[in-house]
């Protein structure tokens, strides 16, 4: 289940960026793949097991900081790294978020790393610097590489806040109350209402094929999101977390071969290199979580 989730997870971008390559911003796109996941998690989840909606009112702030940055704010940002850098890349700045995490336990909570979790932050930045290629000044998409930053933050609290809202809430209903809030919160930004119907009945070019933007709309939102999410929670309670957690990292490989096959999109061999090395200091941090802590769970 795990590695499904993290192939339909991985595809996001690739079945994402045709959309904003026909016309779509990063915004509507945005607003498309959790609108639409929205709608058919609380379907669902409402028709099959309607207590998992149940919220008591201290909940709310947690669910919304989870729906607000670790949904809306981490699709949001990873859609406009895509759309200006290669997806592999976009993917990559994202999965820099458990080297993020390992910094907030050792500098918010005070706790003592484990010195393979400071030699895999340390793998984890020289790969970062290599697939960003930062020496090459002019050449680097600057908003992107932001974007993909921002959306490594806020994978960050979307780990966070999991892990904290975990204790008491059942992990189905979180994701299905994240997703409607931050379906509302992107939809304010882009309406549904705004996205040009020429646009969505327009074929597009994904791989050999050309469907309509709008298939491909409905394609990340049930596949690469309702579904996936849907997957990847249900497996952690098969997996330990720290097992489950670096099975996903077969996102980013997936998303990378995926863009280079259906996009075109490929990655000269130092950022290959680099993101070989960032992968491997991100299990290492996996693997190797302080004592009384647990490793970042995957989405």
């Known amino acids: 289940m795990i590695l499904v989730a993290s192939f339909f997870f991985g595809s996001s971008g690739v079945i994402g960026k045709p959309a904003m ?7 509507q796109v945005a607003a498309a793949r959790i609108g639409l996941a929205a709608v058919a998690l609380f379907a669902l989840v409402g028709l099959f097991r309607p207590r998992l909606l149940r919220v008591r009112r201290g909940d709310w702030p947690l ?41 907030w336990v050792r500098f918010a909570r005070r706790t003592l790393l484990p010195v393979p979790m400071w030699c895999g932050i340390a793998l984890a930045m020289a790969g970062l610097v290599l697939v960003a290629q930062v020496w090459e000044g002019d050449g680097v998409d600057l908003l992107g590489l932001l974007a993909g930053l921002g959306a490594a933050v806020c994978a960050t609290a979307y780990f966070l806040l999991s892990e904290r809202a975990g204790k008491d809430r059942d992990p189905i209903g979180l994701v299905t109350w994240g997703m409607g809030i931050g379906g509302a919160a992107v939809c304010a930004v882009a ?40 997957l990847g929670t249900t497996a952690l309670r098969h997996l330990p977390a ?9 996102e980013p490989v997936v998303a990378t071969v995926l863009a280079w096959v259906l996009l075109g999109e490929q990655l000269g061999w130092i950022q290959v290199t680099g993101a070989a090395v960032l992968l491997t200091g991100a299990v290492l941090v996996q693997l190797n979580p302080p004592r009384g802590e647990h490793s970042p769970v995957t989405r």
Do not use: K, N
């Not at 607000?68 to 994202?94: H, K, M, N, S, T």
């Not at 720290?242 to 077969?250: E, I, R």
């Open 21 to 27: 390559q026909a016309g779509l911003s990063p915004e």
């Open 242 to 250: 720290s097992v489950a957690s670096v099975l996903a990292l077969m």
């Open 191 to 230: 309406p549904p209402w705004t996205m040009p119907a020429a646009v969505l009945t327009a074929p597009t070019d994904f791989g050999p094929w050309h469907p309509p933007v709008w298939a491909l709309l409905v394609a990340v939102a049930l596949l690469s999101t309702a579904l996936a999410y849907l």
């Open 63 to 103: 669910l919304l900081g989870y729906g607000l940055l670790g949904v809306a704010g981490a699709q949001l940002c990873y859609f406009i790294a895509a759309d200006r850098i290669p997806v592999g890349i976009a993917i990559l700045l994202e999965f820099t978020s458990p080297v993020l995490i390992a910094l």
